[in-house]
């Protein structure tokens, strides 16, 4: 059972690339590929890689769990997050549940949404979350700069997947 949020923050972005809707939902819906930004050691992450681990659903399927863990800085970081909407093709939403051990956000909702696009597909990943109920001022200051870079992470690796395609980046309205 996921917790509701009136969620305080959004960020979403699109990118266009030319692969049908299918062959890119297929692609992004292993979780391991929405999340490598996380495992790759990066300035973003201090240095530091986390490691995701599913259930038996792997996160392609309502109410599979992903569990994502490791350390920042030292700080040992952890979340549980479920599937709660997955619609082959089209969309599929994630929602973090109990108490994520976060620093710069508290609870999220992460989605994606994929729509034809000139023979392509139109990718739209899209970020709600809460400030943390612990140092909310890392939050105030930093939360926006880190939705930003993983909604653009995300974007960013599928775009790598299928080089071959053109890539437009665009804020939506």
Known sequence: MTESFAYERHFAEEVAIAVPPATLFKYLDDHRRMSAHMGRRSVMMAGSRMSLTTDDGRGQRVGSHIQ????????????????????????????????????????????????????????????????????????????GFYARWCVRQMLKDAARQFAAAPVTVTRPA
């Open 68 to 143: 994502i863990e490791g350390s920042f800085l030292g700080v040992r970081l952890y979340l549980d997050e479920v599937v709660v909407r997955h619609e082959p093709d089209v969309a599929k939403d994630w929602e973090t549940v109990g108490n994520p051990k976060l620093i710069v956000i508290g609870p999220y909702r992460m989605g994606l949404r994929i729509t034809p696009h000139n023979g392509g597909s139109g990718l739209r990943v899209s970020i709600d979350y809460m400030l943390p109920q612990r140092g909310r001022w890392l939050g105030v200051i930093f939360g």
